[in-house]
């Protein structure tokens, strides 16, 4: 047998043993969420049930998290994108010895354990006599989201050639007309991937939140306390409503981004 054909299989294998391993808890859990147990499990199976997402229905205090949840979510996409972006955009500018040391500082929060970084929130925001809220979440979720941003945008601005702002600015543009028709439309696919990032990281953060949060409880926060009190299987009918909500959205996404690529080639052709 050749070396290639045994590398092709391999790599068929890696893959396969791949997805099983991201597809078979979130199949587990889906199922779980209709079996008829006071307990997240199928095993034993008690019969099928749709009880749970009435029960889901019916948890005000699970909804309210997750609305907090969202709420903060948009907070952090609005700031942390701008500042990521701006980021980037100062460090594919300067040149040096510095650049190293900037790029470090900037990339600091996000190497910084999550618990550090809302301790530290706390202790200094609460000096300034702002406590704990979705304020003080949005903004220590910031501090390192906005890092994920900067270095998307910086892959990015990478391959980016230069001399298409010279050209622009050599035709009269200046520099807000050059940033708006022809950088920002080129990051534009990297802005994107780095706000859903930046929303899904919020999303999902705990460390960093579990000190800031105050009396605004977010949804994983929600879901960890009941942890301690018993899980239902209602958190298994929220999780597999939003993995239905997301494929849906990536479907929807998928479909336009190759219509779109579609009516650029027949354009170009």
Known sequence: ???????????????????????????IMG??????????TVSPWKGFTLKWFEALAQD????DALLTSI??????????VPIGICCALFLSTIQGKGKTFIYSLMMSPLLTPGVIVGISTLIFWKGLSVSGGMLLTVIAQTTFISAYVMLMVLARLQRFDRTLEQAAMS??????????????????????????????????NYNTTLFVKGYDTTLTVYIASKVRTGLTPSVNA???????????????????????????VNVDS
């Open 1 to 27: 047998m050749k070396s290639s054909t045994i590398l092709t299989w391999g790599i068929r294998f890696y893959i396969g043993v791949f997805f099983i391993y991201l597809f078979t808890p979130l199949i």
């Open 31 to 40: 199922a779980a969420t209709f079996n008829d147990s006071r307990f997240p």
């Open 60 to 63: 005000g205090a699970m909804w």
């Open 71 to 80: 709420i903060v979510a948009f907070g952090v996409l609005i700031i942390a």
């Open 171 to 204: 035709l009269g543009a200046n520099q807000w007309q050059t940033f708006r028709r022809i950088l920002l439309p080129y990051l534009k696919p990297a802005v994107i991937s780095a706000a859903v990032i930046a929303f899904l990281q919020s999303f999902e």
């Open 238 to 264: 929220l999780g597999l409503l939003m993995i239905l909500i997301t494929v849906v959205v990536a479907i929807i996404y998928e479909r336009k981004r190759r219509q779109e690529e579609a009516a650029k």
